[in-house]
Each structure stands twice: as structure tokens, then as C-alpha cells.
């Protein structure tokens, strides 16, 4: 039997981390990077025998890469503090990493929920790389949306999905994109490329369409009811609100 290390990154998921947990306890290992949380998360971690580095934040991709580099087992699971495994899935992932013919990469597409409803068709085109064999992987050091980099040309995929609740209301949804806008903005001015007020107006009205229409129309939502429309609209606003605080950084230099 093959082992598996489960890598989970943490700050403050005291409120959604048991659910996790109890969902992948069959692991042979849950390897914890956690950011100096101040709730009880550790506390929760340890019940269920997950081994924690308590670290300071150094970055989305630079954590991810501390768990990887401080697991044991030869196959990696990438898992998010708001995500649950159901049994199709568990068993789909056993079966894959004790199977001789399997791949070293597997992608994984989330059944994301969003105020209450699914904004998941089963037709979406998203999918990330979550399962690997250690050494083939690793995570990119962008400041927010972390990419996965890996070294093999053949990729597989996991057909069933784990449940993603990414956020638990509104309230969380604009807690996080004030957050992750600010990190969008950083990034975007640290790719060294000429930023003037013309090309930020022009992104200001171009991003936000281009959002939208990727959003509801390529990745489907407009087949999710008005948790769909919503979300779209939101990561409209998600674009528009990250380019005025590029505009803003850009004052401030």
C-alpha cells in the first residue's frame, strides 16, 4: 500500500478545520504549516494526530512547498482548510495511488459552494493539480493564486470531487477580497511591466468583462441560479477593485 501525506495550510480555521480533518483522517499522514494562528486550531490538528509546523507567513506557495518538503509520503494530497472528502472520492484516491499503471500528477475540480448553492457545473472546465508524487511538484511564489509547477508532461484526473466551501457568507467573501485584492495589486506591480494611468484605465474596464464572461459563460455559472450570477459579478468586482489599488501603489511610488 502506497502512503499518502496530506498537506494542509492554516491561520485561524478553528470554525471549518474539524470538518476538514474528520474528512481525510484516513491519511497515513496530515502534515499541518500553520501561521501562528491565535484560535484553537492546533489544538483541533492535534486531536487527530496531525504533525503542525507552527511557521511564520512567508507566502501562499512558500508554505505549501514547507509542507511538501516535510512530508514522509511518496504521494502528495493538497487540501484546503474548507474542503471535505467524501467516500467516492477517498476510495477514488486510494485506488489511484496503489495502482501500478497510475500517473505521478492527478488534477482535482472542486464542487465549490457559494451563499448556500452550488456554483460547480458538471461540465467545468476548472480543475487544479492536488494528488502528485512527491518531487514531481511544486507551488509558485505568486502573492496570491498560487500556481502549481510541475516537471511531468502526462497528467491525470480524479473524476469525483471533494465539497469547497470557500466561504461561509457575504461578510467572509468581502473579508477575503479586500485581503486578496491587496495581494493581487502587489503582484501585478511586481511583474516589472510598464504601468501607466492609460493602461490602468483601459484594465479598469477590459478586466472586469473579462472576468465576468470567463466566469458565467466558460467556467458555466450561468447554469448555478443566482449564486452564480452573483459570484460572477463579485469577480468582476474582484478585477476592477485590485486594478484601482495597483493605481493606488503606483501613486505611492
Not at 38 to 46: L, Q, W
Not at 135 to 143: I, K, P
Not at 220 to 237: E, K, V
Request: proline share 2%; with cysteine.
Amino acid at each position: 500500500m502506497s502512503k499518502l501525506s496530506v498537506v494542509i495550510i492554516t491561520l485561524n480555521e478553528e470554525k471549518r478545520i474539524r470538518r476538514t480533518l474528520e474528512s481525510i483522517k484516513w491519511a497515513d499522514e496530515i502534515v499541518i504549516v500553520d501561521a501562528e494562528s491565535i484560535d484553537k486550531t492546533v489544538d483541533i490538528c492535534k486531536e487527530y494526530g496531525a504533525k503542525v509546523h507552527k511557521r511564520k507567513w512567508t507566502g501562499y506557495g512558500d508554505q505549501w512547498n514547507y509542507g511538501i518538503n516535510n512530508s514522509e509520503g511518496p504521494w502528495i494530497l493538497i487540501v484546503s482548510a474548507d474542503m471535505v472528502f467524501d467516500c467516492a472520492i477517498v476510495e477514488e484516491i486510494i485506488n489511484t495511488i496503489n495502482n501500478v499503471n497510475s500517473k505521478d500528477v492527478y488534477k482535482i475540480t472542486n464542487n465549490n459552494y457559494f451563499m448556500g448553492g452550488s456554483i460547480s457545473p458538471q461540465k467545468s472546465p476548472l480543475a487544479q493539480i492536488r494528488l502528485f508524487k512527491k518531487g514531481t511538484t511544486y507551488f509558485s511564489q505568486r502573492a496570491v493564486h498560487e500556481g502549481i509547477i510541475c516537471n511531468v508532461n502526462e497528467i491525470g484526473i480524479i473524476i469525483n470531487r471533494p465539497r469547497h466551501y470557500s466561504y461561509e457568507n457575504i461578510a467572509h467573501y468581502i473579508d477575503k477580497f479586500n485581503k486578496y485584492t491587496t495581494l493581487e495589486s502587489i503582484q501585478i506591480t511586481k511583474t516589472g511591466r510598464y504601468i501607466n494611468d492609460i493602461s490602468i484605465l483601459l484594465h479598469m474596464f477590459g478586466s472586469p468583462i473579462k472576468a465576468f464572461t470567463s466566469r458565467y459563460m466558460r467556467e458555466g455559472l450561468m447554469f448555478c441560479g443566482l449564486p452564480g450570477f452573483i459570484f460572477s459579478t463579485l469577480s468582476a468586482f474582484y478585477s476592477f477593485v485590485s486594478w484601482i489599488k495597483v493605481w493606488e501603489l503606483k501613486k505611492i511610488k
